[in-house]
């Protein structure tokens, strides 16, 4: 198991920065810039994840999480990817924008029917409606629906349902795919998750952002 802090990761960072610019020293710590569009797409997206993350940001990802999701969505090349517990459609949208271009797709569940009615016109009113399908009813039920492969899984639902989420998704994922786990820091996640992604030697994890709700991300490896 490898936890990495991400404010030791940037501390590291600024430090190196800092032994050859004058401008870091003194600063100690470095900071990402906003989201920048590089697409109309990509603006109006941005657009709508400001919105919710100012209205209806429920029970969801920070930022700094949904831009992880973002990063590694589109850096493995993802074309389906699978969100246990959709929310008001935040987290979803940070996926979409990753899967948007890599010509991918999402599916994404939610049990609560208020919030999924909300995720729908947010998927809408960004433009990712063909994008994302999203289910209405209990995962745990639904997910035995999903045929794979899958790149990348996104649990941030039931805290104690995520071993069995895991259980009955990881023969889907790909070797190379991704199960991220969010909420590893706080509240605190269920042992037998942690447990279960640290020590099968098929799998490497590592935890990020544990200064905040902190991140899971493991590894289905590809010799395994």
């Given at each position: 198991m490898i936890r990495i802090s991400r404010r030791a990761l940037l501390g590291?960072?600024?430090?190196?920065?800092?032994?050859?610019?004058?401008?870091?020293?003194?600063?100690g710590d470095v900071r990402e810039g906003p989201p920048l569009a590089a697409s109309a797409q990509e603006?109006?997206?941005?657009?709508?994840?400001?919105?919710?993350?100012?209205?209806?940001?429920?029970?969801?990802?920070?930022?700094?999480?949904?831009?992880?999701?973002?990063?590694?969505?589109?850096?493995?090349?993802?074309?389906?990817?699978?969100?246990?517990?959709?929310?008001?459609?935040?987290?979803?949208?940070?996926?979409?924008?990753?899967?948007?271009?890599?010509a991918g797709r999402l599916t994404t569940f939610e049990i609560d029917r208020r919030r999924h009615a909300m995720a729908r016109e947010n998927f809408s009113r960004a433009g990712v409606g063909e994008v994302v399908t999203a289910v209405l009813g209990d995962a745990h039920v639904e997910v035995k629906r999903l045929s794979g492969p899958?790149?990348?899984?996104?649990?941030d639902a039931d805290k104690e349902g995520y071993l069995d989420y895991l259980?009955?998704?990881?023969?889907?994922?790909?070797?190379?795919?991704?199960?991220?786990?969010?909420?590893?820091?706080?509240?605190?996640?269920?042992?037998?998750?942690?447990?279960?992604?640290?020590?099968?030697?098929?799998?490497e994890t590592v935890f990020l952002n544990m200064h905040a709700a902190g991140v899971?991300?493991?590894?289905?490896k590809r010799y395994a």
């Open positions: 590291s960072l600024a430090a190196l920065l800092g032994s050859g610019s004058a401008s870091a020293q003194g600063r603006q109006r997206l941005l657009d709508v994840l400001a919105d919710v993350g100012r209205n209806q940001r429920y029970l969801s990802v920070p930022e700094e999480d949904g831009r992880l999701l973002r990063v590694l969505v589109e850096s493995i090349g993802a074309r389906h990817a699978v969100e246990i517990g959709t929310g008001t459609g935040y987290s979803g949208l940070w996926l979409a924008l990753g899967l948007v271009g890599t899958l790149d990348l899984v996104f649990l259980t009955k998704l990881r023969p889907l994922v790909r070797p190379g795919g991704l199960v991220v786990a969010h909420n590893m820091a706080s509240p605190p996640p269920d042992p037998a998750y942690v447990r279960a992604v640290t020590t099968d030697p098929a799998l899971g991300v493991t590894l289905k």
